[in-house]
């Protein structure tokens, strides 16, 4: 469910009909916070709710951080991974949690992705963004804008390009993946002129990774291979840095977007958005971006099965 104070519960609830239909849905989290939505999960035969009961009643309300919270949303997660250890569900789909919440909480994780990869004891986890037909491998993560050049490595780079073009292959079922890689710098530095990055860690990655990735591009300034993966022409766009992804993802469809979680033992999604303190609790929430996160975690979690 995410931050009970967040929109987490709402969008649940506002998508439970069309996400029961589905397949066979367990929600984790306060089903006090949850009944506020008034929706009956009774209703769907094939919906179970795990109820924590780990929110405080009295001193409850929509669109607070509080540590409180934040531990609230990661003892939701940790139930999450005990079911799929105890093969009671098969993939993951997370609600928005508050960064500054779980912080205040004593977990110093810059989010979901990191938290399940120290979790779970996985080697490397990578973050694809996808938006209407756009699928966005983020280089870096959550770290500032400053720290972006430092944090690119030839090595890493090749890492994460190689285990996007297997989950392509097998989330996707992409038997050739296409890809291209975004330059760091404006116009991809044109040869040098603007930082040495394209030169220095992106070119050698590419070099490196052509044997085995036969549709690899490179790097290209980052609004050109946007806009050529827009038009169909690569399965994937390897960005540098968050923002460079999430600005046209935004743009394309704010609503619909979904975060997959790449390396784990499962498909974990989550909506491409945030916990909206500002309108939870208001019956505002689109539950769109979650609606599209369900199917792409069950798209995914059928084309693993067959590999």
Known sequence: MGDPSGVGGEIIAASLARIAKLGACVIVGDRWVFDKFAVRSSQFTDVKFVDLKNIRHKTFSFGKIKAEYGKASIEYLDKALELFCSNEIDCLVTCPISKEAIHRAGYKYSGHTEYLAWKTSAPQVEMMLLCQGLRFLLA?????????????????????????????RSYFAVSNPRMVVCGLNPHASDNGIIGNEEARIIKPALRRLKPAIRHLDGPLPADAAISKAKHGEYDCVV???HD????????????????????????????????????????????????????????????????
């Open 244 to 307: 460079q992804a999430l600005i046209p993802l935004k743009l394309l469809g704010g609503y619909t977007g979904v975060n997959l979680t790449l390396g784990l033992r499962f498909v974990r999604t989550s909506p491409l958005h945030g916990t909206a303190f500002d309108i939870a609790g208001t019956g505002q929430a689109d539950p769109s971006s979650l609606i599209e996160a369900v199917k792409c975690a069950l798209e995914c979690t059928v084309n693993l099965k067959r590999v």
């Open 140 to 168: 870096t993560r959550h770290i500032p804008i400053k720290a972006v050049p430092r944090a690119l490595h030839t090595h890493t780079l090749c890492q994460a390009i190689t285990l996007a073009y297997r989950s392509l």
């Open 239 to 241: 960005a540098m840095y």
